[in-house]
């Protein structure tokens, strides 16, 4: 009796190990084996950002400089006699480059002339048969040389602020042609030839 339990129990145990060196369990199933880690090597992702925009006149990362032009300024015309508006009916008005002289070219129903009014020295005797201002101004007319005004206000003007004639500027109208320098202004009759010249010192007709 005692052989035959031996017997037995050693081959059970011989049975054990045979199990345990297959790598399976006592009831048949499988042991999970260990995990490789050379089989689960992790996969690795790799992303490349955009370049950033340069601002202009930089240097990117490569070395390239991006330069932007300038926006060119818009162009600023010269004023020319063509713009600006000296006429006011049928008549053309202006000022001296100093201010001190108010001049047109002025077509009336008997005639057409030219003229500056304004203070200038130094001035003839008053006429007898001027009874309202004398000496504030020459005009010159279609026949004659030119001569001193009597009137009793003001002439050459639109009856607003008149622009400028550009200090050596040449104004044409009505067969009379003006001219003005820093200071004086002249006038003349284009097919006569009489005319003046006037400023705040002196004064000359012709």
Not at 14 to 32: F, H, M, R, S
């Amino acid at each position: 009796m005692n052989v035959r339990r031996m017997s037995s129990i050693g081959a059970a145990a011989v049975a054990v190990l045979a199990l345990a060196g297959c790598g399976g369990t006592a009831d048949g199933g499988e042991q999970p084996a260990a995990a490789s880690s050379a089989s689960a090597a992790a996969t690795t992702t790799t992303t490349t950002a955009a370049p950033a925009p340069t601002a202009p006149g930089t240097t990117t990362a490569t070395g390239t400089t991006t330069t932007t032009p300038p926006a060119p300024a818009p162009d600023s015309a010269p004023t020319t006699l063509a713009d600006v508006q000296y006429e006011r009916n049928e008549s053309y008005y202006f000022t001296s480059p100093d201010g001190g002289f108010r001049c047109g070219i002025v077509k009336l129903p008997s005639r057409t002339e030219a003229g500056c009014e304004g203070a200038t020295d130094p001035v003839p005797p008053r006429p007898e048969n001027c009874m309202v201002n004398w000496g504030n101004g020459i005009r010159v007319q279609d026949a004659g040389p030119a001569e001193f005004m009597c009137s009793g206000g003001s002439v050459y003007t639109s009856g607003g602020d008149d622009p400028v004639l550009p200090s050596g500027s040449r104004l044409s109208k009505l067969g009379y042609t003006c001219e003005t320098t820093d200071a004086d202004v002249t006038c003349a009759n284009d097919a006569t030839g009489h005319g003046f010249t006037i400023a705040a010192g002196s004064n000359t007709t012709f």
